[in-house]
């Protein structure tokens, strides 16, 4: 079981992951989030399935992991709108968001994100994608 402590070691020693998986890490909180943006450079990250991330956690996805291009933050249940327009004001390169099942984000805050960042994929549940040209597959 992974916790903000054991994360801080790890990548203290492990400075050349650029792909993190955490998804279902449920002792990780957004202190974890802070630990990997003081020594890693993050591409690809998945957050998902958790119930501690919270929109200040996506503060600072959106703000220090300036290479990230694939985040999932699926069944995040803490990340409201607030942290998506987060992700949209300030993670320029995101190409792909998975945000399936997110009870306290609206589709309209998605589609926005999605229309302020053109080319980037938005996955918001496995009928429903939102390509990089913006129409609905």
């Not at 450079?41 to 694939?70: A, H, P």
């Amino acid at each position: 079981h992974l916790t903000d402590p054991g994360i801080r070691k790890l990548v203290m020693h492990c400075k050349s992951i650029q792909n993190l998986c955490l998804a279902r890490c449920k002792r990780l909180t957004d202190k974890a989030l802070c630990n990997l943006a003081d020594y890693l450079w993050i591409e690809e990250l998945d957050i998902s399935n958790s119930n501690k991330f919270t929109d200040e956690g996506l503060d600072v996805v959106s703000m220090e992991f300036t290479g990230l291009i694939k985040l999932n933050i699926s069944n995040c249940d803490k990340i409201t709108n607030r942290g998506i327009v987060s992700l949209g004001r300030h993670c320029l390169g995101l190409k792909q968001l998975q945000a399936v099942n997110l009870p306290n984000v609206s589709r309209e805050s998605l589609e926005e994100l999605k229309s302020d960042k053109g080319h980037c994929k938005v996955v918001m549940d496995e009928n429903e994608v939102l390509p990089e040209d913006g129409n609905k597959l």
